[in-house]
């Protein structure tokens, strides 16, 4: 009893930390990982990671070959996190079968930017700037998630830069109006830039499939391409809800009702600026 109850203030330490709880859900998903395999997840240097790894304690163990598994009192803490509270990322049991998904839906790279969201801004902004760019010289733009023929050219810029950032701020009062989590807003708006990098690449598909001769009615657009464009649009939810799911640290339901949400009054907004706008996908 005693050997508990001095063992239980260590476990707390361990799991105070989200960097640690991260760590121990990794290990958890993965159930036998390498160091290598935690460095190339968690970019940080080698002397920071050994002291999350020894802080870890009893929580975590090594094989004969050196790799790190979860002990017993780790895999109750790991089923705990996953079970009760809102954490960083959902284990790969959460996709079942599809566990692939976490990789479709570019966890690894909304982890980095949530590792450290100053560090990772400039690959953020090199990002915006090239799909700002691409706008102008496609003269298409989505107006959230309607890929929208501009004219003049340089309007397309603009568009694109506003329609980020209102996706942002819907984004972000959602969730801080729902579930009360304020945390990571600089991260929160790279992964809204990241999340839009399937829009910007249906635009040039529909900047080569209309050329010049942009339609002028809905029925002109060919069913195959309405077919695309709602693909798309799932899988800007997907990165959404991934998004959410990593750097604001809620469950995957919480997530998607988010982004559901947000999608909902983005996709209203959109409807009302292009008519306003008299323009067409």
Request: aromatic fraction near 14%.
């Amino acid at each position: 009893m005693e050997s508990k109850k001095r063992s239980t203030p260590e476990i707390w330490k361990a799991l105070s930390n989200k960097i640690r709880r991260d760590l121990l859900c990794f290990i958890g998903e993965k159930q036998i990982v390498s160091f290598t395999e935690i460095q190339e997840q968690f970019q940080m240097k080698v002397g920071t990671l050994y002291h999350h790894i020894d802080t870890l304690g009893e929580l975590i163990s090594q094989n004969h070959t050196k790799k790190y598994l979860l002990t017993e009192k780790g895999r109750r803490a790991f089923s705990l996190i996953e079970d009760e509270l809102d954490v960083s990322a959902p284990s790969l049991q959460a996709y079942g079968r599809f566990s692939f998904l976490h990789n479709f839906f570019l966890r690894p790279v909304f982890r980095f930017i949530n590792n450290d969201a100053v560090r990772s801004l400039g690959f953020s902004i090199m990002i915006f700037i090239g799909l700002t760019v691409a706008t102008y010289f496609l003269s298409v733009t989505p107006i959230f998630l309607f890929p929208s023929f501009i004219t003049p050219a340089y309007f397309a810029p603009v568009y694109f830069v506003i329609s980020t950032v209102i996706t942002y701020i819907i984004t972000e009062l959602v969730i801080v109006l729902i579930f009360r989590k304020t945390s990571n807003k600089l991260a929160l708006f790279q992964s809204i830039i990241i999340a839009q990098i399937p829009l910007i690449l249906l635009c040039i598909l529909e900047s080569f499939v209309f050329k010049s001769e942009y339609p002028t009615s809905f029925l002109q657009i060919d069913i195959w391409f309405i077919a695309i464009l709602i693909i798309v649009q799932l899988v800007f939810v997907g990165l959404l809800i991934e998004a959410i799911i990593v750097i604001k640290e809620l469950r995957v339901e919480k997530a998607g009702s988010a982004a559901l949400l947000t999608v909902f009054i983005v996709n209203s907004l959109a409807f009302l600026i292009m008519n306003m706008l008299e323009v067409l996908i």
